[in-house]
């Protein structure tokens, strides 16, 4: 399945969540969202025809608004590629965003990892080496996150106004960075 937006939920509670994420996109004007379980659980991989990137704006808002309407969906993170999980594949789609890239003052590249023998250390040297823009680790204006889910991999590069949405221990919601 392609996908452009990976959720996190609590573990067992997929099919809530699932319903709760067709809901909101329903209500930003998606009414016909993929919305499919992942073999990890407590993930989810959903395909909208919005713009991914608005979606999580979006989210962002309702929850500061509205947080009771989330009450499963924990996290949303925008993807904007989505390639086979393979170094030579993550590698083309990268150089494919990397004019986007190119407008960011720094960045750092991101690797998450579900049940992949991909060497992280190796896709984040070969991604960070496409780029002259200047490498921040610890405050990049840009993140290019990969991430990998088994066979496939989604790829975005994250600017510092997009957000995940993450539920605290407490149940308060907050905004945190990726």
Partial sequence: MSFNLLVS?????????????AYFLSDLGDNAPRISKTRFSG??????????????????????ENPWNFRY???????????STNLDEITKAARELENELSKCE?????????????????????VASLSSQ??????????????????????AILKKSVFSLQRTINGVERITKI
């Fill in 9 to 21: 939920c609590p573990r067992g509670k997929e099919s809530m969540a699932r319903s709760e994420l």
């Fill in 43 to 64: 993930l989810l991989e959903a395909f909208t025809s919005l713009d991914p990137f608005i979606v999580v704006e979006r989210a962002k808002e309702e929850a500061l």
């Fill in 73 to 83: 969906v924990t996290k949303i993170v925008p993807i904007e590629k989505v390639v």
């Fill in 106 to 126: 720094s960045f750092r590249v991101t690797v998450v990892k579900r049940d992949s023998s991909l060497e992280g250390d190796r896709v984040v040297s070969e």
């Fill in 134 to 155: 200047r490498v921040d680790l610890k405050n990049p204006s840009c993140v290019f996150l990969i991430e990998v889910v088994g066979e496939v991999t989604g790829i």
